[in-house]
């Protein structure tokens, strides 16, 4: 990436938002104003016009315990009612909610009443299972209406999600679950991808049959979906439908403090273990309900939304869940694969349900674009009016693809940059407002401090670049690291004191626009997906024929990153099988381990990985020989042959 930016930055091509989409615009230029003149008092407008306060705050922001914030903490609000119930007191329960499309083309579709009655029943089936405010639900579930339901119906209790992305392994979930110690498992027999029902509970049994049988888990509720054959252990295991069957249909939804958590999201650092990203409830639902108003000027009563994230990510926290339900938005929830049945799968659906926001990954947009235009040709798009991008930096073709493809040449893109951590987007276009820069996710949002500073924390100016850092803090931003303050404060707080370290490299343009420039530290962006080098290292070596592993994100066309990885075998099981079946058993080992999304494109073998005269793996010219490109600095190492060694075997 970085080679390119060059390139990128004499990218000329300007998209002004036309003078019609301006003059309906939600988000206008003076949110920039307001937000400059008084920045909490910003917030605080936002958070009381968007939500509802069960007991009104008087605070905005409390740092005086800092790295850790609290936003609003004497209020106390139910972010399910907020989602749900003030919908349909104000007389929205007859709007939809969420279209579920099932991969077989099966559709269930839920109003705001509807949907408020399932959660009021789901939440009273955890209260029966003896799960309280405060305790942790894991959830491992396919992208279908119930995986909403239950998030909605945890939070409604105080209860704490942690949701657990369904293609990851039972060593995965295992993990998770014991980090979080979590009470519950809500998970559904199988669910639908590529045409095939792939099982979800037998991963949940493996998971809990792991480590010697004891965990923290009572129970597992589990939804029917695939009907696949599934075991049960009997007084564990419960069909969601009974247990539904069995509570009272009524709820009434309590207030919780502001900062009362509401879920944990693992994901990718530069160790091996995953870190339990923590979020809280008043200032996550403000950003996440503010930014998915403003950056995709969702009009709610009449705009069709679509966001094809699992809620497994971040993205489907908080814009499939929480940010549009609080915005009393309309949306479509797909459960399967963009090719099934038929490479159109997508554009059918937006022809279906005449989606008129749509967002999802550059990863997801490179892929279509090989296969042609003429697949998205075959449908009606004229409902789309907005585009949004996440995940990785958009090349500015990829960008222009889906601009003129998919946009009919006049739905703006916005491109917007987060993380996990952040909660809420923190860098897009306003689409009423900004000029369009194919490439550039431009400007930090209303309300949100960014800098991009040198090694030593000095902020850089128009045409430099250096370490993206986020100055202040905002209302959605991480409340910490589950189980571990030292991790928190060590990963984002120590290199630049009281501004947060987010792991980006990024560039100003001429005009002061901001460059996303990719990952500063050992996380490889696989599709849009965090993945630690490390984590996969660690999952290689514990295989019994590997001596030693290095793993590298080199470049790819379509998924931006692929893992590839260099494997030195035991010499005690150097001649069990060939090279060819080594790597093929390694591949398959770290997809067991990890999940499917891990799994290396390529493994080489190797007798030799080039290292400092310290013994650290010099990665970067590992990266070199992965990417065909002529080998970097190669002064610190101890035996400079080796590379031409490995060069050899790889090409
Ligand atoms: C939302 C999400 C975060 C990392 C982040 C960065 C990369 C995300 C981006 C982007 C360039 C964008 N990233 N959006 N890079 N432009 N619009 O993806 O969260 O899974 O935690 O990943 O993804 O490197 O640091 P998460």
């Known amino acids: 990436m970085s080679n390119n930016i060059d390139n990128l930055l004499h990218e000329e091509r300007r998209f002004p938002p036309s003078a019609e989409f301006t003059a309906q615009a939600v988000g206008q230029a003076s949110l920039y104003a307001d937000s400059k003149k008084d920045r909490l008092g910003f917030w605080d407008k936002q958070a009381k016009e968007l939500l509802h306060w069960h007991k009104p705050f008087t605070r905005v922001l409390d740092w005086s315990d800092a790295p850790l914030a609290k936003w609003f903490d004497d209020g106390e609000l139910n972010v399910a009612y907020n989602c749900l119930d003030r919908h349909v007191l104000e007389g929205r329960g007859d709007r939809v909610a969420i279209y579920g499309e099932g991969e077989p083309g099966d559709q269930r579709v839920y109003t705001y009443s509807e949907l408020t009655a399932e959660v009021k029943r789901v939440a009273n089936v955890f209260l029966s299972l003896g799960v309280n405010a405060g305790d942790r639900i894991a959830i491992y579930m396919p992208m279908i209406p119930e ?31 014991d980090d979080a110690e979590a009470k519950l498992v809500v ?119 679509w966001c094809t994230a699992d809620v497994g990510w971040i993205t489907g926290h908080s814009y499939v869940v929480y940010g549009p339900l609080a915005n009393g938005a309309t949306q479509v929830v797909y459960e399967g694969t963009p090719d099934a049945p038929h490479p159109g799968r997508w554009w059918e659906i937006i022809e279906k349900y005449k989606v008129s926001i749509l967002y999802t990954a550059p990863t997801a947009i490179r892929s279509f674009m090989k296969l042609g235009r003429e697949i998205p040709g075959k449908f009606d798009l004229s409902s789309i009016r907005v585009l949004g991008s996440v995940g990785e930096p958009i090349n500015p073709e990829a960008w222009i693809w889906y601009h003129d493809i998919i946009g009919g040449g006049k739905a703006p893109i916005v491109d917007t940059w987060w993380q996990t951590e952040t909660g809420g987007i923190m860098i897009a276009a306003l689409p009423g407002v900004t000029t369009l820069k194919p490439g550039s996710a431009q400007v930090p ?45 060590e990963t984002y707080w120590d290199k630049f004191g009281d501004k947060y370290f987010a792991g980006d490299g990024a560039r100003y343009d001429r005009d002061g626009d901001i460059w996303l420039l990719g990952r500063v530290d050992d996380v490889m962006n696989v599709s849009g997906h965090r993945l630690s080098t490390a984590e996969i290292e660690s999952a290689l070596v514990g295989n019994n024929i590997v001596a030693e592993a290095a793993v590298v994100g080199a470049a790819d066309e379509t998924t931006g990153q692929a893992v590839v990885a260099f494997v030195i075998l035991k010499k005690s099981h150097v001649n069990d099988q060939t090279p060819e079946e080594a790597s093929a058993l390694l591949r398959k080992h770290v997809s067991d381990q990890i999940g499917a999304i891990a799994r290396p494109s390529k493994v080489y073998i190797v007798e030799e990985l080039p290292k400092t005269r310290s013994g650290k793996i010099m990665r970067r010219l590992l990266q070199d020989v992965a990417e065909g490109r002529e080998i970097g600095d190669t002064t610190t190492l101890t035996d400079t042959g080796v590379l031409s060694i490995i060069s050899a075997q790889v090409h």
């Open 445 to 489: 949002i209303p309300g949100v401090v960014i800098d991009i500073v040198d090694e030593q924390g000095v902020p850089q100016d128009k045409n430099s670049g250096g370490l993206l850092v986020i100055s202040e803090p905002w209302p959605a931003m991480l409340r910490g690291i589950w189980g571990d303050p030292v991790r928190f404060q």
């Open 187 to 305: 998970t559904a027999d199988g669910g639908w991808r590529k045409g095939k029902v792939f099982p979800l509970k037998p991963t949940v049994d493996a998971a809990l049959e792991a480590n010697g049988g004891g965990s923290s888990v009572t129970n597992v509720l589990v939804v029917k979906r695939g009907e696949n054959e599934v075991a049960w252990t009997e007084g564990r295991d419960i069909w969601w439908d009974d247990a539904k069957a069995g509570v009272d249909a009524e709820h009434v939804a309590q207030g919780f403090p502001a900062e009362h958590p509401l879920f944990i999201l693992y994901t990718s650092g530069t160790t091996g273990k995953p870190k339990g990203i923590l979020h809280t409830t008043g200032g996550y639902l403000t950003q996440a309900a503010f930014t998915h108003k403003n950056i995709f000027d969702l009009h709610a009563d009449s705009d069709v939304y």
């Open 147 to 177: 995986a909403v339901i239950t998030m909605l119906a945890s939070a409604r209790i105080g209860a704490v999600h942690t949701v657990v992305f369904g293609g990851f392994s039972a060593d995965s979930l295992r993990s998770r679950i």
